[in-house]
T-cell receptor
């Protein structure tokens, strides 16, 4: 089934630990994104990549890093997790780049992360 | 600052019509999106408006007034499966997507 696969689905993590959330898409979309979703707030962009080999910072990039070695994979790494990073993380992709007004996002199922 | 406002929660009856409003204040405008998100699932695309007026797609319609910074999503012939959160998002002058917190729609039989 074409789409975006995220892993893990859910994770409980001790503060200070390193964690990588995986994201893979099979739609050959150029652009990929990482969002976090917190209760009562809109989705917030963490990092994005308009094409393989390039990345950019979103609204809330601190404490997170990404890489885009190829078209399909866009992992998100928390170098040293803190409780405020407890959230649901969504990976998304779009055929058109972020600079296009009409780019529709396809989202993965999400990764629920709890940092204690 | 940039802001998207939507009601937090709405309740409607199966078979009825409901209108979910979204007002926005952003630096520029390059389109408005509506997404549907069922509890515990990913958001999925519903509609895109960039020009003023009404876009109809089956039971769902979306309206935009750029001069008023206003949009609404109209859902007709409500079904129980329409129970979900509806997210409004606006692309600003830098093509950054600004998201509202979402409106949780509860459908009662």
């Amino acid at each position: 089934i074409a789409g975006i696969t995220q892993a893990p689905t859910s994770q409980i993590l001790a503060a200070g630990r390193r964690m990588t959330l995986r994201c893979t898409q099979d739609m050959r979309h150029n652009a990929m994104y990482w969002y976090r979703q917190d209760l009562g707030l809109g989705l917030r962009l963490i990092h994005y990549s308009n094409t393989a080999g390039t990345t950019g910072k979103g609204e809330v990039p601190d404490g997170y890093s990404v890489s885009r070695a190829n078209t399909d994979d866009f992992p998100l790494t928390l170098a040293s997790a803190v409780p405020s990073q407890t959230s649901v993380y969504f990976c998304a992709s779009s055929d058109l780049g972020a600079g296009s007004g009409a780019n529709v996002l396809t989202f993965g199922a999400g990764s629920r992360l709890t940092v204690l | 600052g940039q802001n998207i406002d939507q009601p937090t929660e709405m309740t409607a009856t199966e078979g009825a019509i409901v209108q979910i409003n979204c007002t926005y204040q952003t630096s520029g405008f390059n389109g408005l999106f509506w997404y549907q998100q069922h509890a515990g699932e990913a958001p999925t695309f519903l509609s895109y408006n960039v020009l003023d007026g009404l876009e109809e797609k089956g039971r769902f319609s979306s309206f935009l007034s750029r001069s008023k910074g206003y949009s609404y999503l109209l859902l007709k012939e409500l079904q129980m499966k329409d129970s979900a959160s509806y997210l409004c998002a606006v692309k600003d002058s830098n093509y950054q997507l600004i998201w509202g917190a979402g409106t949780k729609l509860i459908i009662k039989p």
